[in-house]
């Protein structure tokens, strides 16, 4: 028997027609998109359809608005949420290319906070995995992860500066990130952070401190990052994946 697939929302069908022009670059960044009557009138929809359709991209950073004026194509931000996937799964969903520069990647012993986020013993050691995250050869964060040793025996063989972290955490050793908390604040780049990432001391970036865990809540990483402000758009709290 041929399985029926129902059809997917009017305003996400929309949603994803202007997204696929985005991505395409057929419409480019501050073009402005067409009205909510526009909209409607060209899918045959009512004006709350299409309005919800420009109100989802504006939400996921694809579109910004203009008092008066309407909506417009956003510059390419991307869009961190912490836990749900892994840097390269959004860089990725930008149509962008990912990379990463591992800058120092061993087994320590970790201070008395990491081992509490961890929810490690006194004697127990981690990984300390220091990157730095690139979309299109252009650096836009600094991550510095630490990560369980006996979740994770012969990690340091792998070369994390071709892949993702949680690809390998997920294929080689059955820990799939299920959630995640997350504390997000601004601050200005120190001089490491502007040389690293390009930009000039001062400038806005945002630091994100975050602990992930499994299904049954084993600590997988607690995770500390520094964004490009002029790149992220960051949302914070507890995710679930389903």
């Not at 504006?58 to 991307?78: E, K, L, M, P, Y």
């Not at 892949?163 to 997000?184: C, H, M, N, Q, R």
Request: hydrophobic share 40%; net charge neutral; aromatic share 8%.
């Amino acid at each position: 028997m041929a399985i029926t697939r129902p059809q997917l929302p009017r305003y996400y069908q929309i949603e994803q027609a202007i997204l696929e022009q985005i991505q395409k670059k057929r419409i480019k960044p501050g073009a402005q998109l067409p009205s909510e009557a526009e909209l409607a009138q060209q899918y045959q929809v009512s004006r709350i359809t299409a309005k919800r359709a420009l109100d989802d991209l504006v939400h996921q950073g694809w579109a910004f608005r203009q008092q008066g004026r309407g909506t417009f194509v956003a510059q390419a931000r991307i869009r961190e949420i912490s836990g749900f996937r892994s840097f390269s799964e959004d860089i990725q969903a930008r149509g962008l290319i990912p990379s990463s520069r591992v800058l120092f990647f061993k087994e320590v012993e970790p201070d008395t906070t990491t081992l509490e986020k961890l929810h490690l013993l006194e004697n127990e050691r981690a990984y300390m995995l220091k990157r730095l995250r690139l979309a299109d050869d252009d650096p836009v964060a600094v991550e510095v992860a630490y990560i369980p040793c006996k979740l994770c025996p012969d990690l340091l063989s792998e070369d994390l500066s071709a892949g993702s972290l949680f690809s390998v955490l997920k294929t080689k050793y059955g820990l799939v990130p299920t959630w995640a908390d997350a504390e997000i604040e601004a601050a200005e780049a120190t001089k490491e952070e502007a040389k690293l990432l390009g930009i000039k001391v001062g400038k806005p970036v945002l630091i994100a401190r975050r602990v992930t865990f499994s299904a049954n809540y084993d600590v997988i990483e607690s995770v500390h990052s520094i964004y490009r402000g002029d790149r992220f758009t960051l949302y914070t709290g507890r995710q679930h994946i389903d």
